[in-house]
Structure formats: C-alpha cells, structure tokens
C-alpha cells in the first residue's frame, strides 16, 4: 500500500532544467509533482509547457500535476510535508533570497521527513542548509543537460539529460540512511526510461569536475558573448581562455579535494556540448535575458578554496573579477544600487 | 608671403576625436582642413556637424574647409602633396585596410614633403609606415580627450581635448627636422587658444603612459559594459581587475622601454575620466556599436613586447584573449567568418 503511493515531489523553478526535470519525474509514474513558477506561471498555469526536446520529442501543452505561484505553507495548511523538496533555481547567494529562505515554508527547521535534491551547480551549496535544517538529508544533483526556456513556458531541450545523484554528506545522519535516499530518488527519476540519471558516491569529484565546464566555458561565454559552438571557432577562445582556466580548475581540484581529473576532462568538456547546437550555456543566457549570474558557487567557492590551498588562479580570477563586474551592472540595470547623477558635456 | 599660407592638412577620420581636431586646426587660422568621412559623410557634407564640446560649447552646423568621402588620389588629380596628413581613424591592424594602403592615394612611397601625424593609440603603430614610407617623417599623437559621436555629424566632447605632438623616430631623418615638425604642429594646433595641445621629446614614455589607461581600463569597460564611472562605483572593479592590469602595464614599461612611470600613474589614470560624466571610453564605444576594437595596438603589442622581457602579465593576457574573442563575435555579426549551420533540437 505504501511502496504504490507516489513520491510528492515540490520542484522550485522550473525552467530549463526544471521543466525536463518535472517531465522525467511524471513520466516514470512515481511521483506526483507540484511545481514552483513564477516568471511563466501564467503561461504554464493556462496552457503547460511547450517542449521541443532530444530526449521527449515535440510536447505540447503538458502540465505538472500542480503548479503553483509560491512556494505552499505546509503549517499554515495543514498539508503533509513532501517526501522531496528539488531546487531546480539558480543559486544565486548574493542576491537574496536565500535557498534556506526560499524553502522555508514548506520546510520546518526540524524537518526529518522531507530530503532536499539540489540540482544546482557549484561548490559548497549544502553548508548553509546543513546549518539551518541541520536533520535534513541534501542530495547533490550533478546534471549535464542542455536546456532553456525561450520565452514564459517555451523550452527546448537540445542536449540529452544526465543528472548524478549523491547525498551531500550530513554528519547528523546515517550514511546508509542517505545513500538509501539518492538510491530511491534515481529510481523514481530513471522510471520513464527517457533518461540517464545515476547514483553517484562521489559528490566531490562530479562537482569539481563540472567546475571545469561550469568555473570556466561557461563564464568565458558569458563573458565574450560566444556559444559553446563559437567559443570553439574564435580565434585563440579555446587556447588562449578556456584551456588555461580548465588547467587550473584542475589543479585545484586536486589540491583543494584530492579530486583527480581524468587526463582528458579538459577535451572532454570543452568538446561536452556539440559544436553545431551552438548551445548558450546558463551564464550567456542569463546575460541575455538581463538576469543574474550564478557566479559565486561556480567561480567564487573554487577560487577562494583553491588560493586557500595555494593553487595559482590567475586566469580563473580574472574571469570571476569580470563576473562581479557584470553582476553589479545587472544591479544597475535593475536599479538596485544607487550612482550620483550624471554631468553635462557643456557647464550650464 | 610662403609663411602667411595656411598649411593644407588631410585630416582622416572625422569621428569624436577627429571632429574636434579639424575644429582645433581650423579655429586657429593657420590650417586649411579637408576632412575624409566615410559613415558620417552625408550628414557632415549636407548640415555640417552638431558639436557640445567643453572646451568649444555648443556649435551647430560647423563645417571644416573640405569635405570629402575617400581619400583624394593626389596623382590623378594634379594637386599638390599635403603638408600634413593626420590621422584619427581608429587603428586595427586584424582589420584590413591597413593605415599604409588606407593614405597610400594621398602619399607616394617617394614622399618627402609631407608629414605624418598619428592621433591614434596604441604602440608600435608607426613600424608599418616606418616601411612603406621610410622617407616621411610621422608624428606622434597621444590624446587624452572625452568625445564621442552619437550619430553621425553628432559629437559630444564631454572632457578636455589634451594633446601630445613628438616625432616617432626616423632614422633616415635628421632629428632637428623631425622635432621642428612637431613642434610647428603644435602651433597651428594650438593656436586657437580652445585646446592644450604640447610638443614631446618622449613619445614612449606618452605611448606607455597613455597605456595604463588604454590596455587596462578601456578593454576592461568594454568587456565588462561599464563605462569608466560605472567600473570605479561596481563592487571590485578597480581593485580586482583595472588596478592589478595597470600595475602590469608600468612594469612592462619599465622593463621593455625603459620607462619610469610615477609612482602615482596608476591612480591618476583610474581617475582621469571626471566620474559623473559616465565616460564610454572608445572600446567600449566600439562594442555598443558593434565596430571592431583597436585591441591589437592596445593590448597585444604591450604584452608580446612585456612577455618577450620576461613581465608577468597574467590580466592583461586574459583581457586580451577576451578581446580577441570579441573581435571574431563581431566578425561573425558582420558576416566576415564562415560556421557550420545550427542543428535542429528535435532529428527531423
């Protein structure tokens, strides 16, 4: 009776990611999700999704179980608490709010029932939820996809999904207890068969070797307003930029975590992305649509980790420099920092 | 009477800091100016240019003696060979025509009589003309100017024209000749009593000067998208990326050149542009427009000639790499570079 109820699963941010994500999780039949929007509830609420994908083909008009505008108050409404909480959000700690702000109200404090997936990109995104849900179990979801949402509801998927799943670490709980957990949420990911989602043990080693796409292609997109695919055509992109970033990440990875990169990670992740999808990798896109970076976890925490543990990150620094930069323009451009008024050209 | 006649100069390129030249040579009397337009030709010609200058105020429809839109072909014509040819186009050696091919009309290889003046950034920017005129002497122009054309014949001149005039040296020149070049330059320059403009016996030590400001601010504005005030108020801006370039700057000057920048350069060049008036210097100018930027003189000339003496130069190589980027994203906008085509998300 209990093994054939559904999982509810509360999915926060379902754009690019987060719509393919809802779409695997309904599609296997074991979970029942409710989805978080806010740009594109409208849309999505009135007509579903319209998804151009690799893996699902052409499909029209789909609808998550349920879709909400804000994240539900399970106290205020006596609901029962979701077996798991996914962050599909970009994690963005310099602007708030916060994820632990953010999942709050479907997650008390003392919350032991409900496992939080974070599938978000970077270094170090569990330390401020193990200290403020510190008996709750957090997987890791690693995911190399390439998807994104054109406009409110609109999303083309155009590189095949894979998400590796650990458990973050939680020294508070059983580790059999967690890797039960990242066990079950795989199966119930992997149950429609129209994705490669695995277990992974090694939480470390996925996201640092992401970090070499994600602390490197992808700012140096963002940056020079290039594709995966053009990045790959300029003149000196990948000699003179991509490569020499990857190096470092590299050799932080090792420093920092003991993590060893396999000889070829750098090729392989710079050749990750087919040259002719000329994929726009999270940050451009963000860029574009005039959003935020999610720059701190993905250069910042690799950076400040690997000069802690005396890694040479010259290339690496620039880059992340270059990102505070362009987040404080976005700040600007939303009016969310105050500048003295502008002068003449000729004295009035 | 020989002294009376105001020297014929050919003035190329009539943008935001050409537009006030030719203003600066013809207010003084001593000059006749032809200015050579190209984008801006047909609003010059018909209206004349709409100027708000800080030195000049607000002039309205002001046109230079000449206005033409190629090069005069001196040969064909029968006229008489030009006392000066100054040049304020922009300088992009990756961008053909080169300057050479660009005069060549106005200037046989034979020349003798008249002089060349660069009003252009950058080092090493004389070795091509050195070549294909090894018999005429070339001024050197450092300019420290805010102006900028908004649309065509449109110029806003929003901080003082300062202009520096020495001789590039010719070695098949005597260099008494070449300094009395500069310095009548000068004069008829000058003359006008709207403009600094000074004679200089040291044109490396103004080249390097100048290039603390233009291969570390200027490319960091245009890669960033911040203008000069904007960079100094966004949150690590100077210290994490114009400052630690700037310091590589005066260590290549010194190491390559000989040149003992003063220990104060580099925070007078961080303040040079007066905050409140928001400056867009000319690469990120360029970038707005989608024009090509002048990052090989700026950028890659200092760092070839720093790394070849052996100068750590971590950021400005980035920054460079990053313009070189840019400059293929913009010939690819312009259609100069042949991709594969896009593929389809969904295999047809």
């Known amino acids: 009776m209990t093994e054939?109820?559904?999982?509810?699963?509360?999915?926060?941010?379902?754009?690019?990611?987060?719509?393919?994500?809802?779409?695997?999780?309904?599609?296997?039949?074991?979970?029942?999700?409710?989805?978080?929007?806010?740009?594109?509830?409208k849309a999505v609420n009135e007509s579903g999704y319209q998804i151009e994908s690799c893996d699902h083909g052409v499909v029209k008009n789909w609808k998550p179980t349920h879709v909400v505008n804000s994240v539900p108050d399970i106290t205020k409404e006596g609901n029962e608490p979701y077996d798991y909480i996914v962050l599909t959000t970009k994690n963005i700690p310099d602007i708030p709010p916060s994820i632990q702000d953010l999942i709050a109200p479907a997650l008390p404090p003392s919350n032991t029932h409900t496992t939080i997936v974070l599938i978000q990109n970077g270094l170090n995104i569990e330390k401020s939820l193990l200290k403020s849900h510190s008996n709750t179990p957090i997987l890791s979801g690693v995911s190399?996809?390439?998807?994104?949402?054109?406009?409110?509801?609109?999303?083309?998927?155009?590189?095949?999904?894979?998400?590796?799943?650990?458990?973050?670490?939680?020294?508070?709980?059983?580790?059999?207890?967690q890797t039960s957990l990242a066990e079950n949420f795989v199966k119930i990911y992997s149950a429609g068969g129209k994705t490669v989602c695995t277990y992974s043990s090694d939480v470390l080693y996925d996201r640092w070797r992401k970090l070499v796409y994600n602390a490197c292609l992808n700012p140096i997109c963002a940056i020079t307003g290039l594709d995966t695919g053009r990045i790959r055509l300029a003149d000196g992109g990948i000699e003179g930029l991509v490569r020499p970033a990857m190096k470092e990440i590299v050799t932080a990875a090792k420093e920092v975590a003991g993590v060893?990169?396999?000889?070829?990670?750098?090729?392989?992740?710079?050749?990750?992305?087919?040259?002719?999808?000329?994929?726009?990798?999270?940050?451009?896109?963000?860029?574009?649509?005039?959003?935020?970076?999610?720059?701190?976890?993905?250069?910042?925490?690799?950076?400040?980790?690997?000069k802690k543990a005396g890694?040479?990150?010259?290339?690496?620094?620039?880059?992340?420099?270059?990102?505070k930069a362009i987040q404080w323009r976005t700040k600007d451009a939303k009016g969310r920092v105050k500048i003295p008024p502008k002068r003449g050209a000729v004295a009035k």
Chains 1, 2 share one sequence.
């Open 4 to 41: 054939s109820r559904k999982k509810t699963v509360l999915l926060i941010g379902g754009g690019g990611v987060g719509a393919i994500a809802a779409l695997n999780l309904e599609t296997g039949g074991l979970a029942e999700v409710t989805v978080v929007l806010r740009s594109n509830f």
């Open 144 to 177: 190399l996809i390439g998807s994104a949402e054109f406009e409110p509801g609109v999303v083309v998927q155009d590189d095949t999904d894979r998400l590796l799943i650990g458990a973050f670490s939680n020294p508070n709980l059983p580790s059999t207890q």
């Open 260 to 306: 060893e990169l396999a000889g070829d990670v750098v090729d392989t992740m710079i050749e990750m992305d087919p040259l002719e999808i000329y994929l726009a990798p999270s940050m451009l896109a963000d860029v574009r649509k005039g959003n935020f970076i999610e720059f701190e976890n993905l250069l910042g925490e690799p950076l400040r980790e690997g």
């Open 311 to 323: 890694v040479a990150m010259p290339t690496v620094e620039v880059l992340y420099n270059i990102c």
